[in-house]
């Protein structure tokens, strides 16, 4: 059975950068596509972009355009997400998920991390 | 950005009735190429992370109890649950995939009655 497993919970400064990641299990990584949706806390849902690892494309929501980055690697299963200039409202649980099906004809997200929290605090 | 608005914000029904929650886009989900909704539905318990329950509208995920199910096209779409029972106490979302920024609605918290 395939999982999604994410890094340790994070304290970060205003200011500073994090980078969270999240390591699948199985050998299907190359032809799904994963993303990050975060969730601040008792908020909804907010996408903030994906990654197809085998063509290394990344795509971002506008609003996290300039200050995060979703790489891939390959030789470990991982897909990692950086954001950077980080302020208080970015204190949120972040989550990696894959989406279903594959790369190219791809539904919605079958599975998901447990979830990362970032707690940015002076 | 395709806007997806939920109603109601909460429910509370009795075990064993139905629940039925609504999810409006605001532009149409129907990709007419694929025949498909790009619309899909989770369910979110506290402290766990989303899990699918329904994906092109009205196809049930794996292991998913079929007292969940999905419907509509375009711009409506419904989640029905028809007995509802003590463990389907969560939030649920939908969520649309048809294009980027890929949006979710704001959340229907059911409960018990």
């Known amino acids: 059975q395939v999982h999604l497993v994410q890094s340790g919970a994070e304290v970060k400064k205003p200011g500073s950068s994090v980078k969270v990641s999240c390591q699948a299990s199985g050998d299907t990584f190359r032809t799904h596509a994963f993303s990050w949706v975060r969730q601040a806390p008792g908020q909804g849902l907010e996408w903030m972009g994906n990654?197809?690892?085998?063509?290394?494309?990344?795509n971002y929501a506008q609003r996290f355009q300039d200050r995060v980055t979703i790489t891939t690697d390959e030789s470990t299963n991982t897909v990692y997400m950086e954001m950077r200039s980080l302020t208080t409202e970015d204190t949120a649980l972040y989550y990696c998920?894959?989406?279903?099906?594959?790369?190219?004809?791809?539904?919605?997200?079958?599975?998901w991390g447990q979830g990362t929290m970032v707690t940015v605090s002076s | 950005d395709i806007v997806m608005t939920q109603s109601p914000d909460s429910l509370a029904v009795s075990v064993g009735e139905r629940a039925t929650i609504n999810c409006k886009s605001s532009q149409s989900l129907f990709f007419s190429s694929k025949n498909r909704n790009y619309l899909a539905w989770y369910q979110q318990k506290p402290g766990q992370p989303p899990k699918l329950l329904i994906y092109?509208?009205?196809t049930r995920d794996s292991g998913v109890p079929d007292r969940f199910s999905g419907s509509g096209s375009g711009t409506d779409f419904t989640l029905t649950i028809t007995s509802l029972q003590a463990e389907d106490v969560a939030t649920y979302y939908c969520?649309?995939?048809?294009?980027?920024?890929?949006?979710f609605g704001g959340g229907t918290k059911v409960e018990i009655k």
């Open positions: 998920a894959r989406v279903g099906g594959t790369y190219y004809d791809g539904y919605a997200y079958d599975l």
């Open positions: 990654i197809i690892p085998v063509l290394d494309a990344a």
């Open positions: 092109w509208a009205s």
């Open positions: 969520h649309q995939y048809y294009t980027a920024p890929l949006t």
